[in-house]
Nanobody
């Protein structure tokens, strides 16, 4: 199971970024994909997750209404569209896969991509 995150960068407060998580066809079909983030000195936290069958998408409260997770099965990629970014969104963002759905164990991780939001 391979996942590769990309799309991070530097953006001003209020701006937008779209992160991409490229996966294999197998991963795309059978794994829930989650986005996590870790800011310096803080614990890693879950940001959003989409189930394998697109049954549901889940978000942490602080990003609801601003972030949207989606899946394009044609290219085996999961996206995280981040709008109205705030400085507190600054972190390294990771995508991860879970066989048991969004409530399962995220045992497969991609490398992180840095998101920096300037005030």
């Amino acid at each position: 199971v391979q996942l590769q995150a990309s799309g991070g960068g530097l953006v001003q407060s209020g701006g937008s970024l779209r992160l991409s998580c490229a996966t294999s066809r197998f991963t795309s079909d059978y794994y829930a994909i989650g986005w996590f983030r870790q800011a310096p000195g803080k614990e890693r936290e879950g940001v959003a997750c989409i189930s394998s069958g697109d049954v549901g998408a889940y978000y942490r409260d602080s990003v609801k209404g601003r972030f949207t997770i989606s899946r394009d099965n044609a290219v085996n990629t999961v996206y995280l569209l981040m709008n109205s970014l705030k400085p507190e969104d600054t972190a390294v963002y990771y995508c991860a896969g879970a066989i048991g759905g969004c409530g399962g164990d995220f045992g497969y991780w991609g490398q992180g991509t840095q998101v920096t939001v300037s005030s």
